[in-house]
């Protein structure tokens, strides 16, 4: 099967954009490089497209009814155009996929959800839906998505639209923004831990946007940004990948989510009981952040030992391009997580000594 | 794309310059571009042995680490140690910041390996 382009795609080819297959999709990996976008988001400002990813409708008087029993957070408590991140779970606990929920208003809801899960996330809602009086729709390939982040991002974009941006709050939407002549959906949300907006808008409109808002950004250095800092970007930031930090087989409250796993909320959800169970017995696995302390650089999938046992594996680890330290996230056996304890990461069959420290990489101001 | 005279050159982007019967190694202009920022660089020990096409270093950018491949076989007698501290080097110049020295074992082995013309038409074709 042939990759997907998305609607901007002759755009990354124009700006010399390295293009590779990412879960079915013809994306950048980078442009410029991977650490001067990944240096622009933090600083200045970076325009990620991210078309790819899923959105699905769910329409209907049990809209919310529906999407709170799919989920593990609390969906009955946000208001009109709030945004919310949740897990969606097997009965097993275990993770369908992460996701946003935005709720337009109390019979619409419209999910966010991660390219790589999109059509499996859509068909396990159509199994889900049992009676609940909802329309669920996979709107995905008519949708097309930005996101400008850094500490000009608000500044950039305002460039471009009457509206005042400063009343879209974090975690909230706007409908029927007006941005340089096309009509879009906007959120201050975003996967890379500085402040941003996402932009919805149909296809075609999200070409103009994109060449707009690079334009409309030069004066604050923008630079087009690729897969590559994204995963930098959302690492730092203690942000989980899916398939990552979470996955079918990585629960939520393993990966450290439990802030988004409401276990005593009233409506019942796909996965309460179990979790509920394992976090009364207490975890037996859990994700730790850690940082080596010899030479090297922890890569996904490597082992980690303790006294020449296995007791985990590394989920994610890079040399830190913002903090210039080698520092990863580990799935370890729970009793070897306490921040301070040392373990013994393998990089090609090299013993390379590490801790465990907080997995609040980046200290916010 | 920097290519420098003088040098032997292999299919996997490493560069040869024969002293005697010695050898500086390293990986050329094309390969530091394609590794993108380069953020690691493993070096083998004093001492330590290679046959041909063995992997004697790895050299890593942000997103991944990279074989490199000894052109030649030998036997290691200097590792280039700034690189220990400043891997960006092998971005800055890939010529002048070699990553070992060998003793080589066979100069026969060198035969096998590309002039910088044959390198250059090499780049041409693949790129």
């Given at each position: ?80 155009n ?21 709720r337009?208003?109390?019979?619409y ?68 923004v ?32 994109w ?9 604050f250095?923008i630079?087009?940004?690729?897969l ?18 979470i ?10 989510f ?11 959800f ?10 009364s ?8 952040g ?28 890079y040399?830190?391009?913002?903090l ?7 799935l ?12 013994d ?5 090299k ?15 | 794309?920097?290519?420098?005279k ?34 690691y660089?493993e070096l ?25 491949y ?16 400043d ?10 910041n ?14 096998e ?15």
């Open positions: 099967m042939t990759a997907k382009k998305t609607p901007l795609y002759d755009e990354h080819v124009k700006l010399g954009g390295n293009v590779v297959d990412y879960a079915g999709w013809l994306l950048p990996v980078q442009y410029t490089g991977l650490i001067p976008e990944h240096e622009a988001v933090r600083n200045a400002v970076g325009i990620f497209d991210v078309s790819h990813m899923g959105e699905i409708t769910v329409r209907g008087k049990d809209a919310v009814a529906f999407v709170d029993y799919l989920m593990t957070n609390d969906i009955t408590k946000i208001v009109d709030q945004i919310i991140y949740t897990f969606m779970c097997y009965p097993d606990g275990g993770v369908v996929d992460d996701l946003l929920v935005y337009y208003d109390n019979d809801l419209y999910l966010v959800v991660n390219a790589s899960n999109s059509d499996k996330d859509y068909a396990w809602m159509l199994e889900q839906k049992g009676n609940f009086d909802v329309k669920i729709e996979n709107i995905s390939d008519s949708v097309g998505e930005i996101a400008i982040q850094g500490p000009m991002a608000q500044k950039t974009l305002q460039k471009l639209t009457d509206f005042d941006l400063n009343k879209v709050g974090f975690f909230y939407l706007q409908r029927d007006i941005i340089d002549g096309v009509n879009c959906m906007i959120s201050r949300t975003g996967y890379t831990g500085e402040d941003g907006f996402e932009v919805y808008a149909d296809n075609e409109g999200i070409v103009k946007v060449n707009s808002v690079l334009e409309a950004g030069k004066e250095g630079l087009p940004a690729g590559g800092c994204r995963d930098t970007l959302r690492f730092e930031a203690s942000l989980p990948l899916y398939g990552h930090e996955s079918e087989e990585i629960n939520p409250l393993e990966g450290g439990k802030y988004f796993v409401k276990l005593d909320k009233a409506g019942d796909i996965g309460k009981e179990e979790l509920n169970k394992q976090w017995e207490g975890l037996k696995r859990k994700l730790a850690f940082e080596l302390i010899g030479r090297g650089i922890a890569r996904e999938g490597m082992e980690i030992q303790k006294d020449g046992v296995a007791i985990g594996h590394v989920t994610t680890g040399m830190s391009p913002t210039k330290k080698t520092i990863g996230n580990a370890l056996a729970s009793e070897f997580t306490d921040i301070g304890t040392e373990l990461v393998i990089i090609r069959n013993t390379v000594k590490a801790k465990v420290i907080s997995k609040r990489f980046l200290k916010r101001k | 794309m920097k290519v420098l003088g040098l032997y050159y292999s299919n996997d982007h490493e560069w040869v310059k024969v002293e005697g019967d010695e050898a500086f190694v390293g990986i050329t202009d094309f390969a530091q571009e394609h590794l993108g920022d380069i953020v660089v083998p020990e004093i001492d330590d042995e290679f046959a041909k096409e063995d992997s004697f270093s790895v050299v890593e950018s942000v997103k991944a680490a990279s074989d490199v000894l052109p030649v076989s030998g036997k290691v007698i200097a590792v280039n140690e700034a690189l220990e501290d891997p960006a080097l092998l971005n800055t110049d890939a010529y002048e070699w990553i070992v020295k060998i003793a080589l074992n066979d100069k026969a082995e060198l035969d390996l590309m002039t910088s013309e044959e390198y250059e038409k090499f780049l041409e074709e693949e790129a």
